[in-house]
């Protein structure tokens, strides 16, 4: 599509099954870099990567050529066989089923990449659940818990 102009920016946050912390410290910049490369490799854009053990967060410059759903499928299908081939967990390493997506502006970027880059800091104050449960807030977006935040 050569005619076609797009500025999409899209914040994706998704969680571990169960949000057990099963994401290593150790092993985060292997594990962003290989998220990485499976963006490029969809031919977006990754501006931001961060996250905790039981979460992670990717800021992505979206082409509108491109399934945002097909896109966290591939990322998290991925990673999880990337994850569990290296025997990084006693158990077996899933992520939980869905994920948020949040839109940005341009003129928001560099609050939204500070807020990803910042995640150690933002949590010690706040959980996952109450970090995402007010993204949902935020974003006016009605959700029941039980799926939300799934116990199993």
């Given at each position: ?109 560099t609050r939204i990449i500070r807020y990803i880059e910042n995640q150690e800091h933002h949590h010690r104050k706040s959980s996952f659940k109450e970090e995402y449960s007010q ?18």
């Amino acid at each position: 599509m050569a005619d076609t102009y797009s500025q999409i920016y899209i914040h994706v946050v998704f969680a571990v099954k169960r949000r057990a912390n099963m994401l290593p410290p150790e092993k985060k910049d292997e594990i962003y870099k290989y998220i990485t490369g499976i963006v490029t490799n969809e031919g977006q854009k990754l501006i931001a990567i961060n996250g905790m053990p039981d979460h992670i967060h990717i800021l992505i410059g979206l082409k509108p050529t491109k399934s945002l759903s097909d896109l966290v499928r591939d990322i998290k299908a991925n990673t999880s066989r990337f994850i569990n081939e290296k025997k990084w967990q006693l158990h077996k390493f899933e992520w939980q089923n869905g994920f948020g997506a949040f839109s940005y502006g341009h003129s928001q970027l560099t609050r939204i990449i500070r807020y990803i880059e910042n995640q150690e800091h933002h949590h010690r104050k706040s959980s996952f659940k109450e970090e995402y449960s007010q993204f949902l807030h935020n974003y006016n977006i009605s959700f029941d818990p039980k799926y939300a935040f799934p116990e199993n």
